[in-house]
T-cell receptor, first 112, second 111 residues
Framework: DGGITQSPKYLFRKEGQNVTLSCEQN?????MYWYRQDPGQGLRLIYY???????QKGDIAEGYSVSREKKESFPLTVTSAQKNPTAFYLC???????????FGEGSRLTVL | GQQLNQSPQSMFIQEGEDVSMNCTSS?????WLWYKQDPGEGPVLLIA?????ELTSNGRLTAQFGITRKDSFLNISASIPSDVGIYFC???????????FGKGTKLTVNP
């Protein structure tokens, strides 16, 4: 079945460590996105990519990095520079620049 | 940045009742999307709206794209326990590649 796969589902990290969240889609979508979700808040955009080997910062990019080496993959690295990394992270994709956006199941990161 | 006001924040209803929630913006949007999110899961797209005045149904769900292009409504008829969750609206401003999300409406259905 086509869809968006995020892994791991749960991740624990010590302060000062970098961690990479995986996002893979087999929908042949051009655009991919990373959002952060905190309780009681709307989704906030971290990074997005409209095409392979290109990506743009979203509203809260500080402390995060991404790469887009393949159309189907858009990993997110949460670096030690991110001051408050504990959150639920959502990857999403869509065919073009506009229209319906589809989400993965999310990854919950907890910093101990 | 642009913001969406989604209301109500939460709703507690009895099974069988109808539900209505809405999102408003100070600026014009070209697209409205409605999602449902269960705890610990990613949002699932319920309805997409692309034209002012458009009314679209998906089973017991009906959503409308406001005629001013600054608001959208989601109605759920004859609610059932599995309707429990958080409902989000998302809007796409004209000329933007980025969606703007509401903060969600948390729905509780009492059997």
């Amino acid at each position: 079945d086509g869809g968006i796969t995020q892994s791991p589902k749960y991740l624990f990290r010590k302060e000062g460590q970098n961690v990479t969240l995986s996002c893979e889609q087999n929908l042949n979508h051009d655009a991919m996105y990373w959002y952060r979700q905190d309780p009681g808040q709307g989704l906030r955009l971290i990074y997005y990519s409209q095409i392979v080997n290109d990506f743009q910062k979203g509203d809260i990019a500080e402390g995060y990095s991404v790469s887009r080496e393949k159309k189907e993959s858009f990993p997110l690295t949460v670096t030690s520079a991110q001051k408050n990394p504990t959150a639920f992270y959502l990857c999403a994709s869509r065919q073009g620049h506009t229209g319906e956006l589809f989400f993965g199941e999310g990854s919950r990161l907890t910093v101990l | 940045g642009q913001q969406l006001n989604q209301s109500p924040q939460s709703m507690f209803i009895q099974e069988g009742e109808d539900v209505s929630m809405n999102c408003t913006s100070s600026s014009i949007f070209n697209t409205w999307l409605w999602y449902k999110q269960d705890p610990g899961e990613g949002p699932v797209l319920l309805i997409a709206l692309y034209k002012a005045g458009e009314l679209t149904s998906n089973g017991r769900l009906t959503a409308q794209f406001g005629i001013t292009r600054k608001d959208s409504f989601l109605n759920i008829s004859a609610s059932i326990p599995s309707d429990v969750g958080i409902y989000f609206c998302a809007g796409e401003p004209g000329g933007s590649e980025k969606l703007v999300f509401g903060k969600g409406t948390k729905l509780t259905v009492n059997p």
